[in-house]
């Protein structure tokens, strides 16, 4: 039972995975062409969600293999480069949206955003679920911290949501620079729990940590 269970945590690490894959590219290249920066930071944060997925991959398999939750060097190396490229996307997409506000910036359109948002919505509903049932069913922190992040996904696209719709229904241009901002201290959140993960702490996306 406990062997078919992790087997299915690692499918939903996978899926994981492969849909942040898709979901970077896509958001990336219409945030480029629509010269929008809150769709354009989403996809970025999506290849960084992926280096954090390869590590809970990796953890499950080793887990599986021999038991015991503690994070090996591997996964402690993939939290740190995870933290600081969520802290250089933080600088990155500030800098650009105080230069977007100065220059009065508009997006062509955030249509894409409106989109994207709405089917990654649906795609980590389904994977908060997902992960939260094997986590319960094998009382593993692990897992259920993995759910947990994929909840700290879900308010990214919230945020993008959010922003874009509401700049397609008012055409107001800051819409979109406040989105990215907002999408920015996300990431600044994510990445200082990252780090903390590193550092040994027992701490899941979206909580507070504790040594």
Not at 83 to 107: C, D, E, I, R
Not at 141 to 146: F, S
Not at 189 to 202: I, N, V
Request: net charge neutral; charged share 15%.
């Amino acid at each position: 039972m406990r062997s078919s269970g992790y087997k299915r945590a690692s499918y939903l690490a996978l899926f994981t995975i492969f849909y942040n894959v898709l979901e970077g590219l896509v958001s990336m290249w219409i945030g480029a062409a629509d010269e929008t920066l809150a769709l354009f930071g989403f996809g970025a944060d999506s290849f960084i969600e992926v280096i954090s997925a390869v590590g809970v991959w990796h953890m499950l398999q080793r887990i599986r293999a021999n038991g015991g939750e503690s994070r090996d060097e591997f996964e402690q190396r993939a939290l740190k480069i995870t933290g600081v490229s969520f802290y250089l996307l933080t600088a990155g997409l500030v800098a650009t949206a105080f230069l977007n506000l100065y220059q009065h910036h508009k997006p062509d359109t955030t249509f894409g955003g409106v989109v994207v948002s709405l089917v990654s919505v649906s795609f980590m509903w389904y994977l908060i679920r997902q992960k939260t049932a094997v986590g319960k069913a094998l009382n593993s922190p692990a897992i259920l911290a993995d759910a947990a992040c994929s909840r700290a996904c879900l308010y990214f696209s919230l945020a993008l949501l959010v922003s874009s719709a509401g700049y397609e229904l008012t055409g107001v241009g800051s819409l979109d620079a406040i989105g990215a901002m907002l999408i920015a201290y996300l990431s600044f959140k994510e990445g200082r729990e990252a780090f903390g993960k590193a550092k040994g702490m027992s701490c899941s996306c979206g909580c507070s940590c504790s040594p």
